[in-house]
């Protein structure tokens, strides 16, 4: 990643763990605008942008399918918030299958966020991990619990039948809360959530990972899906736009 692009995040609280993946910054420090690019990668994100031209605009992403290019301007900051998949339901209590592959803008002001929080990272963290804090307001449904658990802890291995055996939910449900809440089938976030898994592997330089893949032809096929790139043209491209690639661990 350029020296001009600055990447930071944080963790969420153990309180809202089941619901948010990270807190996130991106800057531009630099006198010139740079282009940057992301795969898909099993999140919905929440974008509060501050820059000289725009001093504060807050947009929900949703999933993504496919490969998303922009560019971040000069001298700017974009604060972030990954939500996982329950989020849609018990922190923002609304569907995102509405804008699956785009995006929504949000009014000034959501989650009290002014232009003031861009000076520390952190007390934006504190601060919208409070107001996240009030919206659990109802009882988690113990079955969505095993769901979100199940999905996450196998990084997408695993399937609808699996997680129906375990949490005590018919698949034709779990998947119809799929494409309710986030517009598409389980099976096809799955794919995605292995797909960002794969990352860290790439940049070791390994070009099929050890788990979560039967055979390297539908390895291959997964990542040319959502990257249009093969393994090792993925694990040898130096583009500095890459930007999960470039912070991965």
Request: net charge neutral; charged share 25%; with cysteine.
């Amino acid at each position: 990643m350029k020296d001009t692009i600055q990447i930071h995040s944080l963790a969420p609280n153990d309180e809202l763990s089941l619901f948010i993946e990270s807190f996130w910054m991106i800057q531009n420090t630099s006198e010139q605008d740079e282009e940057v690019e992301t795969f898909p990668d099993g999140g919905i994100d929440l974008y509060f942008f501050h820059s000289e031209k725009l001093p504060l605009h807050v947009s929900l992403v949703g999933l993504e399918t496919d490969v998303q290019v922009a560019i971040m301007p000069k001298n700017s900051i974009l604060f972030g918030v990954r939500l996982k998949l329950l989020s849609a339901e018990y922190l923002l209590k609304t569907p995102v299958s509405g804008i699956l592959n785009d995006n929504k803008i949000l009014d000034i002001g959501f989650a009290g966020i002014t232009t003031s929080d861009f000076s520390c990272f952190d007390k934006f963290c504190k601060k919208l991990s409070q107001y996240f804090c009030s919206q659990l307001t109802n009882p988690i449904d113990p079955r969505k619990k095993i769901m979100s658990d199940c999905i996450y802890s196998s990084n997408g291995s695993v399937s609808v039948t699996e997680i129906s055996d375990s949490a005590h939910w018919s698949s034709r449900q779990i998947n119809r809360y799929f494409n309710k809440w986030l517009g598409l089938p389980m099976k096809s976030y799955c794919d995605i959530l292995r797909f960002r898994h794969s990352f860290e592997s790439l940049k070791a330089g390994q070009l099929f990972p050890e788990n979560g893949f039967n055979d390297q032809s539908h390895y291959i096929k997964l990542i040319k899906k959502y990257s249009k790139l093969t393994p090792k043209q993925l694990a040898q491209d130096k583009n500095d736009r890459f930007v999960q690639l470039s912070f991965s661990k």
